[in-house]
């Protein structure tokens, strides 16, 4: 656990995931409605559960989600207009589409990508949602294909300037979207874009050659936060 106040890391235990079958391993995490729910994940592709911040416990709720989900790999999420979209995943709806969940219920958007996304991330940056690279599982290739989606339909943006870019993070601070991590030669490589315009700004640290074992991050303020598996 970080604190943001003292900038302070300490380890806190989540209750119950065990035992109660919510194991959240590539599960969507998104902040909706006030409440932090864990969507899918790997060893169960269908879960809904909700975080109780109050305990630090993890509870599976009675229903399931009609699609699955599996987040980090084969597909994306993130909170748009306080809905949570699951894209992308080829078991799910598919490496092209996105379902919505509100809290109740699983719907299943018409809207359709130009490129499939897999091993793909998405944020919400300028009023949209944005997803950045990913591969094609049928055609077994990867691509830096940027596109954003404006709660009709997806548009096709300026590439990524690496060629090609997967397994990383994306994340925004309201002003810019950044990439970091990743698969392959570049994976230490930051890149900023802002008005259209992508921008080298750094590298990572050696540390993170192996990048793409960097599941989650988040900015605030001056600094990146990044969580590794």
């Not at 592709?45 to 509870?59: S, T, Y």
């Not at 949570?84 to 379902?99: K, M, N, P, Q």
């Not at 002003?175 to 490589?189: E, F, H």
């Amino acid at each position: 656990m970080l604190n943001l106040a003292t900038d302070t890391l300490s380890k806190a235990s989540i209750n119950g995931w065990s035992s109660l079958g919510t194991d959240t391993e590539d599960s969507c995490y998104s902040f909706m409605n006030g409440e932090h729910w864990f969507l899918g994940g790997y060893e169960n592709p269908r879960m809904i559960a909700k975080l109780n911040i109050n305990n630090c416990e993890v509870k599976p709720e009675q229903n399931f989600l009609p699609f699955s989900h599996i987040d980090g790999m084969w597909g994306s999420c993130a909170s748009y207009n306080d809905i949570t979209y699951l894209c992308f995943d080829e078991d799910g709806v598919d490496e092209y589409g996105c379902s919505t969940y509100g809290g109740e219920s699983q719907t299943v958007i018409s809207a359709k990508s130009n490129y499939a996304h897999d091993w793909a991330e998405m944020t919400v940056f300028d009023d949209k949602m944005w997803v950045v690279g990913g591969c094609d599982p049928q055609n077994f290739g990867c691509h830096g294909e940027t596109e954003s989606f404006d709660g009709n339909s997806w548009s096709v943006g300026v590439p990524h300037p690496s060629g090609d870019i997967s397994g990383h993070l994306v994340l925004s601070d309201g002003i810019a979207l950044y990439t970091m991590s990743g698969r392959g030669g570049l994976s230490q490589d930051v890149f900023m874009f802002k008005n259209n315009v992508w921008t080298l700004l750094g590298k990572l640290t050696e540390n993170h050659a192996d990048a793409y074992f960097l599941s989650s991050g988040r900015i605030d303020g001056e600094y990146v936060y990044l969580g590794e598996e």
